[in-house]
């Protein structure tokens, strides 16, 4: 069985947090949205996207990090509600912090010394528990402080989405018929997840809070937990991911502001593509029952494109749900060979379909995007895989040049490289700001500046002022 209250088991200090969140007034919930298409496209199917007189949200208390004690009915002061159809997402996500990732932070797989431990998954399973707690309390800690979320708001961004996996909800029985069990994982992140989002609340940054990983994988990817097959629609676990997603949304629906039920379903697979439909639905009305609809549900395209949810949980069967939408150029061969132009002209194109999607279907985010143009992050393909751009991949493939000078450390890139970073950047800012909005991946990276929002900052190649440009109508 789950550890009840795992983070009990946490060696810093913890000290009993009261958070009990004032809920959104009902007033704040009664406004009717209007999107930045309809004067031009006409019937919306999405109004109203925020709720309506009877919308509750529960954000029950629960111990945190390096907090102090408080009786206090509110612990920060509840931010304006976000106007989703109105006012623009501008945002970047928190990559790699509730959720590892070998490529952004290579050190910590590194020092394992064991190249078998490739993902979250293995990292519980291949070391000492002991051990492998600390070294995720001291990154949960240090990856993302409170200062990011200074940064972040000095720079002009109104959203952050964050990472969770299912194994650090501390689900109990109470709340599901099925396995609580999340071994080997090694749970403790919820009081850092409740943290942050005080922070956020505290700097006025909305949340989309993004399901990344899920029982049995939803994709294979190192980035959902367990790398290797996708067996998310087997067994129990697509109906234990749903009572997760009721959790989630009962526990902290008042303190995030948009819950993501699942990031990324190979809706590829046969299999998940069978499921994927009714699990957008049950975890949509999931999410209903505990949260009524002042907390927005967000599903995404499942690697199917946007086409294939035309008419999906539009209003009035549905509201308050958002598409996220994911835009790498980088995946694939025909890709990587495209030249910087036609990489600017491809996002172009993206601009078009999303701006026609939204415009009668549901409000859309694009919700990951990167400045690379390569795939030469080190284990951005796996912890010990190489690059499809210089050949280390596999062997007997197309070779498309040396990675130096593309990935790393800025002072390596050269001014040319990184004037197409700031026109690249420009050119998929106008993809979200056709539509909904946006947000960046990633806000840091160890060893990868061209994926770093705060090293773009620092490098020039994105502006302090989000809504500034050097290359207007580059979309035109």
């Given at each position: 069985?789950?550890?009840s209250?795992?983070?009990l088991?946490?060696?810093?200090?913890?000290?009993?947090?009261?958070t009990?969140?004032?809920l959104?007034?009902?007033?704040?919930?009664?406004?009717?949205?209007?999107p930045k298409?309809?004067?031009?496209l006409g019937t919306?199917p999405?109004?109203?996207?925020?709720?309506?007189s009877?919308?509750?949200?529960?954000s029950?208390?629960?111990?945190?990090?390096?907090?102090?004690?408080?009786?206090?009915t509110?612990?920060?002061p509840?931010?304006?509600?976000?106007?989703?159809?109105?006012?623009?997402?501008?945002?970047?996500?928190?990559g790699?912090w509730?959720?590892?990732?070998?490529w952004?932070?290579?050190?910590?797989?590194?020092?394992t010394?064991n190249s078998?431990i490739v993902d979250e998954?293995?990292f519980?399973q291949?070391?000492?528990p002991?051990y492998?707690?600390d070294v995720?309390?001291?990154h949960?800690?240090?990856?993302i402080?409170e200062?990011d979320?200074?940064?972040?708001?000095?720079a002009?961004?109104?959203?952050?989405?964050?990472q969770i996996?299912?194994w650090?909800?501390p689900?109990?029985?109470e709340y599901?018929n099925?396995?609580t069990?999340?071994?080997?994982?090694?749970?403790?992140a919820?009081?850092?997840?409740?943290?942050?989002?005080?922070?956020?609340?505290?700097?006025s940054?909305h949340?989309?809070?993004?399901?990344?990983?899920?029982?049995?994988?939803?994709?294979?990817f190192?980035?959902s937990?367990r790398?290797?097959?996708a067996n998310?629609?087997?067994?129990?676990?697509?109906?234990r991911?749903?009572?997760?997603?009721?959790?989630?949304?009962?526990?902290?629906?008042?303190?995030?502001?948009?819950?993501?039920?699942?990031?990324?379903p190979?809706?590829?697979?046969?299999?998940?593509a069978?499921?994927?439909?009714?699990?957008?639905?049950d975890?949509?009305?999931?999410?209903r029952?505990?949260?009524g609809?002042?907390?927005?549900?967000?599903?995404g395209?499942?690697?199917?494109?946007?086409?294939?949810w035309?008419g999906?949980?539009?209003?009035?069967?549905?509201?308050?749900?958002?598409m996220?939408y994911?835009?790498?150029q980088?995946?694939?061969?025909?890709?990587?060979?495209?030249?910087?132009d036609?990489h600017?002209?491809?996002?172009?194109?993206?601009?078009?379909?999303?701006?026609?999607y939204?415009?009668?279907?549901?409000y859309?985010?694009?919700?990951?995007?990167?400045?690379?143009?390569?795939?030469?992050?080190?284990?951005?393909?796996?912890?010990g895989?190489?690059?499809?751009?210089?050949g280390?991949?596999?062997p007997?493939?197309?070779v498309?040049?040396?990675?130096?000078?593309y990935?790393?450390?800025?002072?390596t890139?050269?001014?040319?490289y990184?004037k197409?970073?700031r026109?690249?950047?420009?050119s998929?800012?106008?993809?979200?700001e056709?539509?909904q909005g946006?947000?960046f991946?990633?806000?840091?990276?160890?060893n990868?500046?061209?994926?770093?929002?705060q090293?773009?900052?620092?490098?020039?190649?994105?502006?302090?002022?989000?809504?500034?440009r050097m290359?207007?109508?580059?979309?035109?």
């Amino acid at each position: 069985m789950f550890p009840s209250w795992s983070f009990l088991r946490l060696r810093l200090p913890l000290l009993i947090l009261v958070t009990v969140f004032a809920l959104r007034a009902r007033a704040e919930q009664q406004c009717r949205l209007v999107p930045k298409q309809q004067l031009q496209l006409g019937t919306n199917p999405q109004v109203p996207l925020s709720g309506g007189s009877n919308d509750t949200a529960s954000s029950r208390g629960a111990p945190a990090p390096s907090q102090t004690s408080s009786t206090s009915t509110s612990a920060t002061p509840s931010p304006t509600p976000f106007n989703y159809g109105k006012d623009t997402v501008r945002g970047v996500n928190l990559g790699g912090w509730f959720v590892l990732e070998p490529w952004i932070t290579p050190s910590i797989f590194e020092n394992t010394n064991n190249s078998d431990i490739v993902d979250e998954y293995t990292f519980g399973q291949m070391l000492d528990p002991d051990y492998a707690l600390d070294v995720l309390q001291n990154h949960w800690e240090t990856w993302i402080t409170e200062d990011d979320f200074i940064a972040i708001k000095a720079a002009g961004l109104n959203h952050v989405r964050m990472q969770i996996g299912y194994w650090s909800v501390p689900i109990t029985s109470e709340y599901t018929n099925y396995t609580t069990s999340v071994s080997p994982y090694v749970p403790g992140a919820w009081p850092y997840l409740l943290r942050a989002l005080n922070w956020a609340r505290t700097h006025s940054i909305h949340v989309i809070l993004d399901l990344h990983g899920a029982p049995g994988s939803q994709n294979g990817f190192d980035n959902s937990g367990r790398r290797g097959s996708a067996n998310w629609a087997q067994g129990s676990n697509v109906n234990r991911t749903i009572d997760i997603i009721r959790f989630i949304a009962d526990q902290i629906g008042g303190m995030i502001d948009v819950l993501e039920v699942l990031n990324e379903p190979a809706g590829f697979q046969s299999d998940i593509a069978k499921v994927i439909g009714d699990y957008w639905q049950d975890a949509y009305n999931a999410v209903r029952q505990v949260a009524g609809t002042s907390l927005k549900v967000m599903i995404g395209d499942a690697f199917l494109g946007v086409g294939d949810w035309d008419g999906f949980l539009t209003y009035p069967s549905a509201q308050g749900v958002l598409m996220d939408y994911h835009e790498y150029q980088i995946f694939n061969y025909n890709q990587l060979a495209m030249s910087q132009d036609e990489h600017i002209a491809s996002s172009c194109q993206v601009l078009n379909t999303l701006k026609a999607y939204a415009s009668s279907n549901l409000y859309t985010v694009s919700g990951e995007w990167s400045n690379a143009i390569t795939d030469c992050a080190k284990w951005l393909n796996g912890r010990g895989v190489g690059a499809r751009w210089d050949g280390t991949w596999q062997p007997g493939q197309q070779v498309f040049g040396s990675c130096d000078g593309y990935t790393g450390d800025m002072s390596t890139f050269s001014d040319d490289y990184k004037k197409f970073l700031r026109m690249y950047w420009e050119s998929q800012v106008a993809i979200g700001e056709a539509v909904q909005g946006w947000t960046f991946w990633t806000w840091k990276a160890e060893n990868a500046d061209e994926w770093s929002y705060q090293k773009g900052l620092e490098g020039g190649w994105i502006p302090q002022d989000p809504t500034n440009r050097m290359y207007p109508g580059i979309c035109s």
